[in-house]
């Protein structure tokens, strides 16, 4: 491999890990999502309910991984 494609590749590797590093932000955001989940209201509004129990699943397998 040249240099330019080596650069390129730790290029795209540095912006993965940085996503995966927002750890602090993503916890907080599970936080808030599972804080709104156990309030009685929650399911008044089943479509909204539905895609924030999604946004909580896909920030908990982000910060597992």
Do not use: G, N
């Not at 290029?11 to 709104?36: C, G, M, N």
């Amino acid at each position: 491999e040249d240099l330019s494609s080596k650069l390129t590749d730790l290029d795209e590797r540095i912006k993965e890990i940085q996503v995966r590093l927002d750890l602090a932000s993503k916890a907080q955001q599970i936080e808030e999502l599972e804080k709104a989940a156990a309030a009685p209201d929650f399911w008044d509004d089943p479509a909204h309910a539905q895609a924030a129990m999604q946004d909580l699943s896909i920030l908990k397998e982000e910060v597992e991984r």
